[in-house]
């Protein structure tokens, strides 16, 4: 299993601002995900993106990954108050379903 | 269907005690995770099961740490001697056995060793 490095480590943004998320891994991957974990829900899976997608949209999320630079994106647009939380980016290789965490970007959204 | 369920919710042991966490997995979902996540940090894996294998329990930070899943379904983590740094949520998921899976966490057990 591999760790994927979060970037920045905190946000603090205005509500409607977007809030773009970074990830940098180390080794080649068979896919990329990123959960969300909020004191309300605990951990979410948000949008997993295979090593041969380049972007990926769900709702107001979109995932990018550039498996040459070895990095992902996660943009949150029209941010709302209740996206405050945690964003853990967790690379997966081919070793199976391990999925090893990092310490995540910690996005506060303020109303 | 329910999701993964975790009992207890919240715990408090005194120092020395041994304690034992339940996780019940979503129905049909052959892999089984543990984590242990302490305030502020990301979760920390511990093991990994595949129906009652444990296939990796290299996370585990000692010997008074073990994991059971005897039956495929539901699985306990056990601390025994529980000492202070012990305390932390620890976080249970499930997944189907296919490589793209997502994993499905439960709302944690939260310890407090005093």
């Known amino acids: 299993s591999q760790q994927g490095e979060e970037d920045p480590q905190a946000l603090s943004i205005q509500e409607g601002e977007n809030a773009t998320m970074n990830c940098s891994y180390k080794?080649?991957?068979?896919?990329l995900q990123w959960y969300r974990q909020n004191s309300g829900r605990g951990l979410v899976h948000l949008i997993l993106?295979?090593?041969?997608?380049r972007e990926k949209h769900s709702g107001r999320l979109r995932v990018t990954l550039d498996t040459s630079k070895k990095s992902s994106s996660l943009l949150i647009t029209a941010s709302r108050a209740a996206d405050t939380a945690s964003y853990f980016c967790?690379?997966?290789?081919?070793?199976?379903?391990?999925?090893?965490f990092g310490g995540g970007t910690r996005l506060m959204v303020k109303p | 269907g329910a999701g993964v369920s975790q009992s207890p919710r919240y715990k408090v042991a005194k120092r020395g005690q041994d304690v034992a966490l339940r996780c019940d997995p979503i129905?049909?979902?052959?892999?089984l995770f543990w984590y242990q996540q302490a305030l502020g940090q990301g979760p920390e894996f511990l093991t990994y099961?595949?129906?009652?294998?444990?296939?990796?329990k290299s996370g585990l930070p000692s010997d008074r740490f073990f994991a059971e899943r005897p039956e495929g379904s539901v699985s306990t983590l056990k601390i025994q001697r529980t000492q202070q740094e012990d305390s932390a949520v620890y976080l249970c998921?499930?997944?189907?056995?296919?490589?793209?899976?997502?994993?499905?966490f439960g709302n944690g057990t939260r310890l407090t060793v005093t």
């Open positions: 099961f595949q129906n009652e294998a444990q296939l990796d």
């Open positions: 967790v690379p997966t290789g081919n070793a199976g379903n391990m999925l090893t």
């Open positions: 993106i295979r090593s041969n997608e």
């Open positions: 998921a499930s997944s189907l056995p296919l490589r793209d899976s997502p994993l499905h």
């Open positions: 129905s049909g979902h052959v892999s």
């Open positions: 080794t080649s991957i068979n896919n």
